[in-house]
């Protein structure tokens, strides 16, 4: 069973929980095989942003997304485990910055995430 959660939870907390979701499951992707190589990723970090009220409504306007880069260093082996090349700081994902009215702005609309409560 999954951990419990409350049901009303700040969105700084749910913004914790998320990084670290995502870092932890780009962790279980990797290693990808490739036809006798393989692709690695280590040091995976969210780099975190805080957006004021005035840069959310600017992103609104203009047409713009909030959200946080998720990067790491991707390292490529060939068959006997020597690293081919390494690409540092590499972004993996752009992670969507969730807002104290608890919503997503992705290319300007504001997108509310629903909550379903089960029994």
Sequence with gaps: MSELSPVLTDAATLRERVRGKVVRELERVFPV??????????????????????????ALLTGDSLSEPVKGTLVLKDGEGRVVNEARNFTLTHLPWFSERHTIVMDGNEYQIANMLRR
């Design 33 to 58: 095989d490739l036809k006798g190589r393989t692709l690695e990723v280590k040091d995976i970090r969210v780099h975190e942003r805080e957006y004021s009220p005035e840069e959310q409504k600017s």
